[in-house]
T-cell receptor, first 117, second 114 residues
């Protein structure tokens, strides 16, 4: 079974600064998908970024980028130029590519990010 | 458009009540999901429908009864719930088929059972 670990329960960052949230996972599969979801106080889970394991290139979405280290099974999220609206719980998630496991997201426990004005 | 809608936003019910949660998507997705999320925890998968058929039931008590009337709509019928069932209930959808792609979540229904 796959596991996802987010070792930082809480983090804070000054507005306009950069912060990195860490995520490690354990799997025996060679192909899979990794996600970062954001859940602000409004409670809606919002997709931040997605990475396919077979792609060497790190995914980027505007101010959000990942550092995907497949051999180390690490998938960290970097938020640049942090904004007040980035304050939220961030969940790292893993998904198998095929079969019944492809329906199931394995989530980490989350990292609560605070942004200091 | 990646919108999944859920109604109601909030629901308070007694342990003897019967109520339903509704989820709708118009993205042409063929897989739909129900999750339960307790405070400060990640979501827990409850049910998965694929092409309107129940594919996964994660040993959820029978007081929760899912229904998928068509490819755009997913319901969760609630009956004789317990106070510990109070939680945020999230619906999600994905493209479906062999490769499930990304799950997109709705805003959730916050349920309080008295």
């Amino acid at each position: 079974a796959q596991t996802v670990t987010q070792s930082q329960p809480e983090m804070s960052v000054q507005e306009a600064e950069t912060v990195t949230l860490s995520c490690t996972y354990d799997t025996s599969e060679s192909d899979y998908y990794l996600f970062w979801y954001k859940q602000p106080p409004s409670r809606q889970m919002i997709l931040v970024i997605r990475q396919e394991a077979y792609k060497q290139q790190n995914a980027t979405e505007n101010r959000f980028s990942v550092n995907f280290q497949k051999a180390a099974k690490s998938f960290s999220l970097k938020i640049s130029d942090s904004q007040l609206g980035d304050a939220a719980m961030y969940f790292c998630a893993y998904r198998s590519p095929w079969g019944a496991g492809s329906y199931q997201l394995t989530f980490g426990k989350g990292t609560k990010l605070s942004v200091i004005p | 458009d990646t919108e999944v809608t859920q109604t109601p936003k909030h629901l308070v019910m007694g342990m003897t009540n019967k109520k339903s949660l509704k989820c709708e998507q118009h993205m042409g997705h063929r897989a739909m999901y129900w999750y339960k999320q307790k405070a400060k925890k990640p979501p827990e998968l409850m049910f998965v429908y694929s092409y309107e058929k129940l594919s996964i039931n994660e040993s959820v008590p029978s007081r929760f009864s899912p229904e998928c009337p068509n490819s755009s709509l997913l319901n969760l019928h609630l009956h004789a719930l317990q106070p510990e069932d109070s939680a945020l209930y999230l619906c999600a959808s994905s493209q479906g088929g062999q490769v499930q792609e990304t799950q997109y979540f709705g805003p959730g229904t916050r349920l309080l059972v008295l």
